[in-house]
């Protein structure tokens, strides 16, 4: 029996500095996205990581969530096509053409054509913001930015758009009840929606299954074999969570007569590793989440409301940032790590890159020698309680460190969170990244290990 629908709504992640990049499946209209973001201390050079997306993947896509000099620089003569960003605080200032041609001077046309700059997005989430300039000043940007690409002839061959969450819904479930937000509807995104259809542009949204499911629907938002989930309205039976949150939108868009666009869906991924509170947080369930999207958007097959069709998607995202402030799963939906081997694969690797690089790997220890892993000097406690949880939560032998175990003494967090983060350490594959914990880890020679307490 179908179920009744869970709420659709994706929690936004916020703060973060983004890229993506498109795969193109030949045969279809759709195109799979992978987010390339930058916050992190331990990646690559553009140049670098532009030649290991040219020469390992099929990606041929990349979208920057700003228009970084250097990357677009390293992109150059790639045919890689790119997507550049005005940042949030900028908006107000793009409202004026002078500042908009000075833009677009500055950021795009000392880059072009050598780099292919396909669109530019203005900010990211500004309805979710709820900051009363930024949001009065978004159409009026946009179309200050449009006549100065006229003005440059480029209005042609680049476009201009902007990605929203799913809070710009006020309701969602079922699909067919989909709606904007009562004020932002007419003041704000039907004027949006205008400026999109006159310029054949997108409209581009964030969606997150993974934020909006429950234990129950876990296997409905990783588009697993389910009992799929039945519209009363439309008499629609749907199969995974994503397409319910496409069809939400559409009918949404419907409602203000703007059935007719194209929908791009922004964001979407799921983290590999999480924390113990969360679930569905490991390899295999990203991999099964990314490669059933992959293969789902490119089939043509389309949603229940919107049938035969093929979406722009973009992956959050190309590698694991370990800067990213929040939970431990912000740090982990990257398909790769940092030295650009996968997390693992759903695909996207070239078959020559496949047999060099390997799925899962296990590389060599980061140094010669036995090493452990410890919390730095100066991490607090929560954080330190965090990584206990997480680590005994995934099912490492915390056996220890319970009353009565051979590490219980000291009784402390600080030497509790010491055996549990180098029993990960140790069960991971010793690699460097595998001692991180949100900055919170250090690596050292010394075997910490004291008494019966063997580390």
């Not at 029996?1 to 209209?29: D, R, W």
């Not at 449009?146 to 710009?168: F, W």
């Not at 234990?215 to 389910?226: H, S």
């Not at 330190?384 to 000291?410: H, K, M, T, W």
């Amino acid at each position: 029996m179908a179920k009744p629908f869970p709420s659709l709504f994706s929690i936004p992640i916020a703060g973060i500095s983004l890229l993506f990049a498109t795969i193109l499946i030949k045969g279809t209209e759709g195109a799979i996205g992978v987010n390339y973001g930058t916050v992190a201390n331990n990646l690559p050079p553009p140049n670098q990581v532009a030649n290991f997306i040219l020469e390992s993947t099929i990606i041929n896509r990349i979208r920057l969530y700003d228009a970084d000099p250097e990357i677009l620089t390293a992109f150059a003569h790639t045919g890689i096509a790119i997507t550049v960003t005005v940042p949030n605080d900028q908006i107000p200032h793009l409202t004026k053409l002078p500042f908009a041609q000075q833009w677009l001077e500055n950021y795009v046309q000392p880059y072009i054509p050598a780099t292919d700059v396909v669109r530019i997005l203005i900010g990211n989430e500004i309805i979710s913001t709820a900051d009363k300039l930024l949001i009065s000043s978004l159409v009026p940007a946009m179309q200050t930015l449009h006549t100065a690409l006229v003005g440059a002839s480029l209005d042609r061959s680049i476009k201009i758009s902007t990605p929203h969450s799913l809070g710009i819904l006020s309701a969602s479930s079922p699909p067919s009840t989909g709606q904007f937000r009562r004020d932002y509807d007419t003041r704000v995104l039907k004027p949006l929606l205008n400026f999109l259809r006159a310029t054949n542009s997108p409209f581009m949204v964030n969606m997150y299954p993974f934020f909006g499911c429950s234990e129950d629907t876990l296997d409905y938002a990783l588009f697993r074999p389910n009992a799929g989930v039945y519209d009363e309205n439309t008499k629609l039976l749907y199969k995974n969570m994503l397409d319910a949150q496409l069809d939400a939108v559409f009918s949404a868009m419907k409602l203000l007569g703007f059935d007719d666009l194209e929908i791009v869906i922004a964001e979407t991924g799921w983290p590999s590793m999480g924390d113990s509170s969360q679930m569905g947080v490991d390899p295999k369930s990203a991999a099964d989440y990314n490669g059933n999207l992959l293969r789902h958007i490119t089939s043509g097959t389309g949603t229940p409301l919107m049938p035969n069709r093929a979406f722009e998607t973009y992956i959050f995202a190309l590698f694991n940032e370990d800067l990213k402030p929040g939970p431990t799963s912000e740090r982990h939906f990257g398909l790769f790590q940092p030295d650009m081997t996968p997390v693992y694969d759903i695909g996207i690797l070239r078959p020559t890159a496949k047999s060099s690089i390997p799925i899962n790997p296990t590389p060599e220890p980061d140094t010669k020698g036995k090493q452990w892993c410890l919390p730095k000097e100066g991490a607090d406690e929560d954080s330190l309680q965090r990584n206990i949880d997480y680590v005994c939560g995934l099912g490492v032998d915390c056996s220890p460190i319970q009353e009565g175990g051979a590490c219980f003494f000291p009784d402390t967090v600080r030497a509790h969170a010491a055996y549990a983060m180098n029993a990960y350490y140790q069960s991971t594959g010793k690699h460097q990244y595998d001692c991180d914990f949100a900055q919170t880890g250090a690596m050292t020679d010394t075997d910490p290990s004291y008494g019966k307490c063997k580390y």
